[in-house]
């Protein structure tokens, strides 16, 4: 056995190094996403923000956490996305407490190194919404069941009620690590489970369903259920077409799972993921895993017709790099201390060079991304004057508005009432269309042509005035 006061050492480490890892990009300027979830939400009153699900976008308990945080620091993006990124790290010795119960302290040790330095979980860590806290509750949750089963305590029954009801709380696709769990558990200790912890099970589930539904009270007396029940960007689909959809799923998960992999890692990765389906002391436990994470998603999927973003399925990347981190166990023996705590440095090493030379957090435009923003504001503030106003469409407008919010500048600029306009300004990413940007708005004067007037590499400044 690894050594206790060892191991808690090595994972202190790891969660610095994880820190120090997200720390590099927390500082990029904000995404759409992000600044539409903080413009909308999270700089309003609670009483607003914990009862308006206009849009998915609110997480609720994020929000939360960012209203707390921002009531004391001003909003830079970095500010913003604190919670997250506490998330990101605790995500670290979160995965130990769960694999050292699913396998042992050796791989646990071996999850969260891959954890520390997975590209993915280290964007979405510096990203301020709510992914990396339904991974910690996930996780958090499924622990405690795990603890439950060997050791029936109610310190362990209350972690799994709270940390499954603040993972609901925080988004409702929390469904799908949920039904996981309540899968994974019974088919794993299927010949420890008894009556009285089904009746315990069952109770627990209960008080669950009541916490989430009085966290929600609120939304759905102001808001209406149909609000979290008919989400605009998850449609019922024919089932004629789910197939097709879940293998496009399937890709870019995989894609996104695997992103700034080298490819020796990466086919290692592949090779230890069939491995410990196949050989070893775990194999049954890896295919239970497997199991019950095709049975979850693929029968909630067909349940409700919907196929969410990949980004929803964020909370299996650990239970795939466990299985990882099993089929290595038997590819190379941890006899040693020396060779796993090799492994371990050798495994971040290779995954941040991954991550610096490929750069895929920097290129990713996940929630929609600029290099620059500021950029623009600098330039609109030396230029614009009262009875300007300023247009833009996805991702440009909810990036300029928040920057507005930030540098405090006037909001009329950019409202939508022309009767006073005099000049307009309309800013487009590359690729972007003018007309169908103006098709957007009614404008109530005759504008005359717009005209490029400034170009700022990435984005394009066209001016007209109103006659």
Known sequence: M???????KTLCWLAVLAGIIRLRFIFRPIGYDEALSFLVFGCKPLKESLTNYVIPNNHLFHTFLVHMVTAVLPPYPWIIRVPAFIAGVVMVPCSYFVFELLYSPRIALLVSSMITASSILVEYSVNARGYT???VCFLLSLGAMLKVVTEDRFKWWFLFVISSVLGFYT???MIYPFTFTLLIIPLIFKTRIN???VNKFLLAILIIGLGVFILYLPVIWKTGINRLVEISTFRPIPLSEIAQRMNILFLKIYAMWNRDLFLPLEIIFIVSFFISLFKGRFKEKNRTILLSATVATVGLI????????PRCFLFLLPMYLGMISSGLHEIISFRRKGVMYFLNG?????????IGMKK???????GGRLKDPERIIYVLRRILRPGDKVLAYYPVDAIVSYYFFLHRLPYTYLDVNFQQAKRIFAVLRNG??????????????????FREILNLDEVQIYLAYLE
């Open 346 to 354: 050798l495994l971040i090493l290779f995954m941040c060079l991954g």
């Open 195 to 197: 009556k009285k912890f």
């Open 302 to 309: 067909l349940l409700t017709r919907m196929v969410p973003f």
């Open 360 to 366: 895929g957090i920097w290129h990713s435009d996940v």
């Open 133 to 135: 806290l339904m991974i």
């Open 171 to 173: 988004m409702p696709v």
């Open 2 to 8: 690894v050594d206790e006061r060892i191991q808690i």
């Open 432 to 449: 972007q269309d003018l007309k169908y940007l103006l098709g957007k708005f009614a404008i109530s004067k005759t504008a005359g042509d």
